[in-house]
């Protein structure tokens, strides 16, 4: 598929009114809590992947986004009155997903092209979100509890167990790919095999460790080694990662940020939600000038949200992240200063 | 009275008394800061650098050891000329003229720094010569002592 180009919202969760503009490459979406990243990005995943779960676009929001009750209306920015949402995804081709519900709106949202259904079957198994939560230490009969149970689950939780199930592609991956696996491999001291339903690490040292054995830094390691072995993540997908750095040691996140350059320079379109300095830093001093990056500060002003989009990492305003780091300087300074005469 | 240091000039009009260090001053193979100044209730020792050279140098172990080094050189000038009564509070000012370095990265040269000093306790050592460290650059100089002037002269 075409990479997303831009996600027009009205009146959609924290926002009133928000032209959002991704980078065909990698997208960082940065703020403090309550700004809505996550939501962007589950929204863009639904609008995207539905029809590779055989879902409307509806049933994939509701799933995702998981409101009680199970009604589109909860999803309308909250204020007195009925009030319409307005959801419009645009791709480089110029398809578009563009729906609209109100606050009263409870399964049905109105479609005005409902063409793009057949657009986004081309490739319908390309569209991955990995949630904040590692999920294949949970593999084992997750799936089929959550297909005939009502588990409270996001359906992200299940969509990335089967996107890890999948089996690789015929063929020899190429060296690049191949490249990006070692690299993945060595700081994980493994690959990842599965049998049934569960997943192990496959030691040189320690032999077949079960996931649950599993540093949890090490199993997202182990996912995302998943996802470039069977090449779901390749020229055209999409990747959505909320928080790549929970649970990692900030001695992998250059590994991290490496690996997400890499793919970016393969054609994968990138979004990933973070709260940490050093993933971001290493964004900024590893990318290289053909590389396409953008990076997007989420502000709440007042009762709206507001999206800054800037490709010069020196120009992301607010940066709540470096923030922090400004206001512990200063306290460290304080502290040494009130020392004196101790 | 205005001093120049590593391009940067310098006026401390308001303190007690300014010693503007000549390299080999001290004699005896003893490194030194750049300035001693010597207020009321305090003996500030100021090493300031200039970032001539590649930046990341100024973030190494290197300088860390080089500043720690001064910084107990000048300790041992000063107790063999028995002016270490007052407290001693180290500041390291490096003037990085990028917009590479951010609080983070001060922040744990700063630290850096600290450790370094008081790791000099060593296991024989018994007194932290150094009661309190900075490393700043330019911006935080002006924000955290703004009795002291600080300007780039080029």
Not at chain 1, 300 to 315: G, P
């Amino acid at each position: 598929m075409k990479p997303v180009t831009s996600l027009r919202l009205k009146n959609f969760t924290a926002f009133e009114d928000l032209d959002f503009r991704p980078s065909e490459g990698i997208n960082v979406l940065v703020g403090s809590n309550g700004t809505g990243k996550t939501h962007v990005m589950k929204l863009i995943y639904s609008l995207l992947s539905y029809t590779h779960f055989g879902k409307q676009v509806e049933e994939k929001i509701l799933g995702v986004f998981l409101p009680t009750p199970m009604n589109l209306g909860r999803l309308v920015r909250r204020r007195r009155g009925v009030d319409n949402t307005e959801v419009k995804l645009t791709l480089a081709d110029k398809l578009t997903v563009d729906i609209e519900w109100n606050s009263r709106s409870k399964e049905k949202a109105y479609r005005k092209n409902p063409i793009i259904a057949l657009a986004l079957k081309r490739k319908p198994e390309s569209v991955i979100y990995i949630p904040v939560k590692e999920m294949l230490a949970n593999a084992p009969g997750f799936q089929s509890l959550f297909a005939t149970h009502e588990i409270n689950f996001e359906e992200v939780y299940n969509d990335i167990i089967i996107h890890a199930f999948r089996p690789p592609r015929r063929g020899v991956p190429d060296d690049r790919r191949k490249a990006l696996l070692d690299t993945l491999r060595k700081q994980m001291k493994g690959v990842v095999i599965k049998k049934e339903e569960t997943f192990f690490l496959k030691t040189s040292g320690e032999g077949i460790i079960e996931f649950p054995l599993v540093a949890e830094g090490w199993r997202k390691l182990g996912l995302l080694w998943l996802l470039i072995q069977n090449q779901t993540l390749s020229k055209g997908s999409f990747l959505f990662w909320d928080e790549p750095e929970s649970n990692l040691n900030p001695e992998l996140q250059r590994t991290i940020a490496n690996v997400l350059l890499e793919l970016q320079r393969f054609g994968v379109q990138i979004f990933i939600a973070t709260h940490d300095y050093t993933i971001l830093k290493w964004f900024q001093l590893l990318h290289e000038k053909s590389d396409k990056i953008r990076y997007h500060a989420f502000e709440r002003i007042e009762k709206n949200v507001v999206v800054n989009t800037t490709e010069d990492y020196f120009q992301i305003k607010p940066n709540k992240i470096a923030e922090a780091f400004d206001i512990l300087y200063d306290e460290a300074i304080k502290k040494e200063r009130g020392t004196k005469n101790k | 009275m205005t001093y120049i240091e590593s391009k940067l000039e310098f006026s401390f009009s308001r303190a007690s008394e300014i010693q503007h260090v000549e390299n080999g001053e001290f004699g005896h193979g003893l490194k030194n800061v750049d300035f001693l100044i010597r207020e009321i209730d305090e003996v500030i020792l100021l090493e300031v650098k200039g970032t001539s050279q590649e930046v990341t140098r100024y973030l190494s172990d290197d300088i860390v050891n080089q500043l720690v080094e001064k910084a107990r050189d000048t300790y041992t000038y000063l107790h063999l000329i028995q002016d270490t009564a007052k407290q001693l509070t180290y500041i390291a000012l490096i003037d990085f003229r990028t917009k590479e370095i951010d609080s983070a990265m001060l922040l744990r040269r700063s630290d850096a720094l600290k450790a370094g000093l008081r790791g000099e306790k060593g296991h024989s050592w018994q007194i932290e010569y150094i009661q309190r460290a900075f490393l700043v650059d330019v911006e935080n100089f002006k924000k955290e002592f703004p009795n002291f002037e600080v300007n780039r002269v080029d």
